[in-house]
Structure formats: C-alpha cells, structure tokens
C-alpha cells in the first residue's frame, strides 16, 4: 500500500467522449505525476502538478490536461477520446523530487 | 526523445536460480531507478541510483549505474516464487522526476 488512490479502478467510454480520472496523493506529498501505461509497455510520462501548477508535461496532446487541489489531490481531465487511449493511468505522488509512489491505476477502453 | 532498451523481454528460469537484466540508453540519464510491477498494481521502487558507477544492493537485489551513464543492470539472486512479475528500468535525464520507462522484463519462476 503507497497511500497513493486512485479512481475509478475500471471505466468504458466510447470514442469522442471525455474522461476525469482522480488521484489522491499520499499524506504530506506536494506532488503528483501522471502516466499512461500501454498494454505491454513502460509507463509513459504525462505531466506533473507541483503546488496547483504543472511543472513539466511528455509528449501528449492538449486534450490531456489536469488540475492539482489545495489538498495536493489531482485529476486528469482526457477529451475527445480515442481508441489509442485505452491504457492504464497511473498517478504518483512525491515530496519535491522525492522518491515517486504509484497508485494502483485506473484502466480505461475505449470503444 | 530519449529511451530505454530494456532486455530481455521475458525470461522464464527455474527457482533459485540468479537472473540477470539491464537497460541501454542512446541518452545519458543522471538517475537510474529500477522498479517491479505485479499485475493490478502500480510499479514499485526496488533500487534507486545516483551516481555513474555507483552499485547498491537491496536484500538479493543488486544493481549498477553504468560508468557512461547510458546503462544499468539489475542482478536477482537465489530467485524465488514471490520474485514474479514486470521489472522495468527508469530514468530521470531532466529532473524533478519526468522519468523515461523501459519496455519491462517479465520474469516467470517454474517452481
């Protein structure tokens, strides 16, 4: 157990549509990393939010975008879905740049 | 943009047996980190890396930071049942995290 939740565990959507996934960090962490994890791949670096801003983000389209709370928690927000969008997507939480802690991810198909 | 070769892609040995990984990058990372996934989970930090040369062990874990910084290896000794699962080699070339995946090493023990 890292601390590290995320939800949903499992969701369908159908191409076009728009999804929010959210993450709640572990206590006392101050940031938090996305990635996207393709069947049978390496984690893929999305973005990163420190203190409410984003500090970094991968090679993604801007229909991925997120938010980081007050409260350290975050949400990725991934409009007009596509069927290549189908993976599993991992938050990770940090002090500063700390050792990162992967939540258990939230696998998304798209239809 | 940079990445990681990781091999082998899987390896399947029988228990108590060593097992050998490694990771080769075109790009020179200033962290290797080496993590294990188990399905439905989030990957998991195993050994963290610093410094070109540097070797650190964790239990029957041991692992080393190349000298030109664009390798590393992860050796498992005495391998047992618990010790199933994806390996994947990381690295952090920017900072602040933003790490750059390896395709993974499945790694399956016949009892």
């Known amino acids: 157990e890292t601390g590290v939740t995320q939800s949903p565990t499992h969701l369908i959507k159908t191409r076009g549509q728009q999804v929010t996934l959210r993450c709640s960090s572990q206590s006392g962490h101050n940031t938090v990393s996305w990635y996207q994890q393709a069947l049978g791949q390496g984690p893929q670096f999305i973005f990163q939010y420190y203190r409410e801003e984003e500090n970094g983000r991968g090679n993604f389209p801007p229909r991925f975008s997120g938010l980081q709370f007050p409260n350290y928690s975050s949400e990725l927000n991934v409009n007009a879905l596509e069927l290549d969008d189908s993976a599993l997507y991992l938050c990770a939480s940090s002090w500063g740049t700390g050792e990162l802690f992967f939540g258990e991810g939230s696998r998304l198909t798209v239809l | ?111």
């Open chain 2, 1 to 111: 943009g940079q990445q990681l070769n990781q091999s082998p892609q899987s390896m399947f040995i029988q228990e108590g047996e060593d097992v050998s990984m490694n990771c080769t990058s075109s790009s020179i990372f200033n962290t290797w980190l080496w993590y294990k996934q188990d399905p439905g989970e989030g990957p998991v930090l195993l050994i963290a890396l610093y410094k070109a040369g540097e070797l650190t062990s964790n239990g029957r874990l041991t692992a080393q930071f190349g000298i030109t910084r664009k390798d590393s290896f992860l050796n498992i000794s005495a391998s047992i049942p618990s010790d199933v699962g994806i390996y994947f080699c990381a690295g952090d070339g920017e900072g602040a995290q933003k790490l750059v995946f390896g395709q993974g090493t499945r790694l399956t023990i016949n009892p």
